[in-house]
């Protein structure tokens, strides 16, 4: 049986460890016969390619550090030395100093705030218009989110970032849509791993969406959201942009009541 990525090609930012969604979209997609490059930069970059072994397919790495001017500008470069072009791309990266979490909202400074708002907002446009050279319409490109609506304990400034990354998605919809360039976002329930739990109070998202998900919720699952992801990196929705697709057991519908 063919599978909605056959003859697609990928690429997957963020993959760090196999509890990552990103890992998690990587290998759905090469199930789903995509062939994927992976991205990763600096010290990180060995433990990406340790991990990228694991896949179904070893998949190759590139550098890519998304707040360097230099690195983006060469990306359509790196990408073409493992494929002729990208039919999608996995936006899967954000980041906070540790000040602009964990309640400490009113005394973040600029330059903390600054930091995660280009790592974990600007980035999506960066990243999305540094791959057009290379994106061949139809394309998608697909962001993880988590809920912006609500202000959540403890996430403080990475909350801004994510209602900065919806809004920006918006925008991309508009400005990348007559390219042929779908946006959109998948915003996930609270998924046990390594960036998540390195947030303080994380154990209270936990707490909330246990019982408090209709459908129920599986912290150490990230093959739903995955899924989502891949779908809409697979021509399936090709009219779907500037969406924000809830993968989260209902829990945003009901607010866990």
């Not at 500008?73 to 073409?80: E, F, G, H, I, Y």
């Not at 976002?185 to 909330?208: D, H, M, Q, W, Y």
Request: proline content about 6%; glycine content about 10%; hydrophobic content about 45%.
């Amino acid at each position: 049986m063919t599978g909605i990525l056959e003859g697609r090609s990928l690429l997957v930012t963020g993959v760090l460890t196999e509890s990552s969604i990103a890992y998690a979209v990587a290998r759905r997609a090469q199930l789903e016969g995509a062939q994927v490059v992976l991205s990763s930069y600096g010290r990180a970059a060995r433990i990406t390619r340790h991990i990228a072994a694991r896949l179904p397919d070893k998949a190759p790495v590139i550098e890519l550090d998304v707040t360097s001017e230099d690195d983006l500008a060469a990306l359509p470069d790196r990408v073409t030395a493992h494929c002729p072009r990208l039919d999608g791309v996995l936006h899967a990266v954000a980041f906070a100093p540790r000040s602009a979490l964990g309640g400490e909202f009113l005394n973040t400074g600029w330059p903390d705030v600054a930091t995660t708002m280009h790592v974990s907002a600007y980035s999506l446009k960066a990243l999305a218009t540094a791959c057009l050279p290379v994106l061949a319409a139809p394309a998608s490109v697909v962001g993880l989110d988590f809920d912006a609506s609500t202000a959540w304990p403890g996430y403080d400034w990475m909350g801004v970032a994510k209602a900065a990354l919806e809004s920006a998605t918006r925008y991309l919809c508009r400005e990348l849509g007559p390219r042929g360039v779908r946006v959109n976002l998948v915003a996930a329930g609270p998924l046990r791993t390594k960036a998540a739990t390195s947030i303080p109070g994380f154990a209270g998202f936990e707490a909330a969406w246990h019982g408090g998900a209709p459908l129920g919720w599986d912290v150490t699952d990230a093959e739903p959201a995955a899924r989502a992801c891949v779908a809409l990196l697979s021509d399936w929705f090709p009219s779907t942009s500037g969406e924000i697709v809830h993968v989260d057991g209902g829990f945003h519908a009901t607010g866990g009541r």
